[in-house]
T-cell receptor, first 114, second 114 residues
Framework: EADIYQTPRYLVIGTGKKITLECSQT?????MYWYQQDPGMELHLIHY???????EKGDLSSESTVSRIRTEHFPLTLESARPSHTSQYLC?????????????FGPGTRLLVL | AQSVTQLDSQVPVFEEAPVELRCNYS??????LFWYVQYPNQGLQLLLK??????LVESINGFEAEFNKSQTSFHLRKPSVHISDTAEYFC????????????FGKGTLLTVNP
């Protein structure tokens, strides 16, 4: 089982504030992902990374940005939070083929923007 | 492109009853299939997966799923459920050539009643 951590678990913040959601993994995984999940809905991929200095946009357009300066760390930043950003954000990681690419998820961050 | 359909959004059952959560997928290429479970206010946990080999896969807590290529299905079953199995269950597919991107279904809420 992968060890993947997200902080904070819950965040309530006012409109216009800059926020950074942290994600770290200790499994040596190359690939990392960010998903957005609204209540009762499926997960949508918003960002992913193959490794250091690699970042790609996912299927769902997002105003957030990501960086990958260290293999184990993949933070997500919102420069100016808005109520439409209220959601749950899930981080995941995996190896890259030919290794097993099963994705393992963190506990998530629930964001509420007032 | 691949897609996943979870036919039931909610499945209520009584404790110790059998349960089946249905999942169908569409893909024109070979696939990997996953079931994830999400307990309230938590992230996703991998329940079981099919990568290759035996089409029947099992989890450590009594769930099993069978990959049926002709019916493009990967239904999840458990012969006797417990109250603690109450959670949201997500089926996901990763297709060869999709850069191993995971596509999720909308989820099935399993509620086990005493």
């Amino acid at each position: 089982e992968a060890d993947i951590y997200q902080t904070p678990r819950y965040l309530v913040i006012g409109t216009g504030k800059k926020i950074t959601l942290e994600c770290s993994q200790t499994m040596g995984h190359d690939k990392m992902y960010w998903y957005q999940q609204d209540p009762g809905m499926e997960l949508h991929l918003i960002h992913y990374s193959y490794g250091v200095n690699s970042t790609e946009k996912g299927d769902l357009s997002s105003e957030s940005t990501v960086s990958r300066i260290r293999t184990e760390h993949f933070p997500l930043t919102l420069e100016s939070a808005r109520p439409s950003h209220t959601s749950q954000y899930l981080c995941a990681s995996s190896f890259i083929a030919p290794r097993d690419e099963t994705q393992y998820f963190g506990p998530g961050t629930r964001l509420l923007v007032l | 492109a691949q897609s996943v359909t979870q036919l039931d959004s909610q499945v209520p059952v009584f404790e110790e009853a059998p349960v089946e959560l249905r999942c169908n997928y569409s893909s024109s290429v070979s696939v990997y299939l996953f079931w994830y479970v999400q307990y309230p206010n938590q992230g996703l946990q991998l329940l079981l997966k099919y990568l290759s080999g035996s089409t029947l896969v099992e989890s450590i807590n009594g769930f099993e799923a069978e990959f049926n290529k002709s019916q493009t299905s990967f239904h999840l079953r458990k012969p006797s459920v417990h109250i603690s199995d109450t959670a949201e269950y997500f089926c996901a597919v990763s297709a060869a050539g999709s850069n191993y991107k995971l596509t999720f279904g909308k989820g099935t809420l399993l509620t086990v009643n005493p």
